[in-house]
Structure formats: structure tokens, C-alpha cells
């Protein structure tokens, strides 16, 4: 559904990604892993149309892409949920979600049962401002954000990040569902190792902005991944 072949990045005269090849497929989740710096973040907001790419080729659904921006992304069907959450903190819950509306066609602008479904706790606080939440809660507001744009692929940055462990299962929980029903192809970028390989199916291991260790989960050993991390985390 979504490939990128031989991706670069610029940012002034550094060079940040280094011909990067990935491919996200429908009911599939690939994780982007590495230690801070290395460039996942720099990939996502590429893939997203944050930001121009310096070379290589990005398409969607075999069609590829020029220079296109955020909003056009998520006008084709991919939604992100960016690292810090980016939530609205003067806008209630429900008009934080409500933001979500402005990439779909008019008749489609609803908040669907299940955005509740998965996340109860944003139907009992839909009228407190998303400010008020806590880190856990705002999590959870800035995925039902991105999935009210109804999105085929799903771009993640970090959702575990400070959170506390009965939301980071829950969060689990979600993505599984989303990625076990088959119509969505899942990026989810993540440092907590065990949650990351539970959910995986396809790996991107970056390291300073290089791919060094990728391919489905079938072929990767968890001990030989797990090794590749600490071992550059510890180098550093």
C-alpha cells in the first residue's frame, strides 16, 4: 500500500536518511526501531509529507508521489500520530477529535462507535479540554484523532513513550485489531523492545540515519535484534 525506495534526507549541508527502503503492507504492522537520533523520526515525518525528501521515490497504492504535502498525505489515506502527541490542549477531547474532519468528504464527518469502543475513557471525557488529560489519555486522543481521517496506513512515533503500563496495553491492544482486521498497513516507530517485537511483523533497524538490520520477523532472530540494539546503545 505504501513504499519508499532509496530515501534521503537534508537538513541544511547534514545528511539525515540514507537511501532508505520501506514498504508497509495491509494487515501488517513494521516497526522502525534505533536509538535516539538515528533518524526514525526525520523517516516518519517524511513519509507523512512533513517534510520534502531529498531523493528517492514514495508511492501509494503503486502510484507515486511528487512532493506532496501533510495534507494531501492524509487526504490519500495515511494518518500520524507524531511523537509529543501534538494534541490541542485548549480544545475539548471531542473538538480535538473533531480536527480529524477536515480531510474527509462532509457526509463522512462523524466520530465512529468504535473510536469509543477502543478508547471508553475519551466518550467519559469528550467535554474536558485535552490539556487536562493525562499523558496516557492524550495518547489515546491523538490515535482516535488520527483514526477518525479513516486512514489505510497508519504512521506511529513512539505511542509508548511515558506511558504507564495498563495504557501501553491497551494502546497493544488497538494496534493489533487495527492491523488483524487486514484493510490497514501500520508503521509504528518504537523503542520498547518487547512491545515492538510482539507486534511486529516486518523490522527497520537505522543506525545514523543507515538501514543495518532489516526484513520480516520470520527471518530475524529476537536474540540477534534485541543484540544489534543494546549493542549500539551501548556504544553510544
Not at 116 to 128: I, K, N, T
Request: with cysteine.
Amino acid at each position: 500500500m505504501l513504499n519508499a525506495t532509496n530515501l534521503t534526507l537534508h537538513y541544511g549541508g547534514s545528511q539525515i536518511l540514507h537511501g532508505i527502503d520501506i514498504a508497509a503492507r495491509p494487515g501488517a504492522v513494521t516497526c522502525v526501531m534505533g536509538n535516539n537520533g538515528v533518524g526514525k523520526t526525520s523517516l516518519m515525518n517524511l513519509l507523512a509529507g512533513r517534510h520534502p525528501r531529498s531523493g528517492g521515490t514514495i508511492s501509494v497504492d503503486g502510484t507515486e508521489l511528487g512532493r506532496i504535502s501533510a495534507q494531501q498525505m492524509a487526504r490519500l489515506g495515511v494518518g500520524y500520530v507524531p511523537q509529543g502527541r501534538a494534541i490541542f490542549p485548549m480544545l475539548t477531547v471531542r473538538e480535538n477529535m473533531e480536527t480529524g474532519f477536515a480531510c474527509l468528504p462532509r457526509a463522512e464527518r462523524a466520530i465512529p462507535d468504535e473510536i469509543f469502543d477502543s478508547f471508553p475513557v475519551l466518550a467519559e471525557m469528550a467535554h474536558r479540554r485535552g490539556g487536562d488529560l493525562s499523558g496516557g489519555q492524550q495518547q489515546q486522543l491523538a490515535i482516535a484523532r488520527a483514526l477518525i481521517t479513516r486512514p489505510r496506513v497508519l504512521l506511529l512515533d513512539e505511542p509508548t513513550e511515558g506511558i504507564q503500563p495498563n495504557i501501553i496495553a491497551q494502546i497493544g491492544r488497538v494496534i493489533a485489531a487495527l492491523r488483524d482486521r487486514g484493510d490497514m498497513a501500520i508503521v509504528l516507530v518504537e523503542q520498547f523492545f518487547d512491545f515492538a517485537w510482539d507486534l511486529g511483523d516486518e523490522f527497520l533497524v537505522l543506525e545514523r540515519g543507515r538501514a543495518v538490520m532489516q526484513g520480516p520477523k520470520q527471518q530475524l532472530r529476537r536474540e540477534a535484534l534485541h543484540a544489534r540494539l543494546a549493542g549500539h546503545a551501548e556504544a553510544a
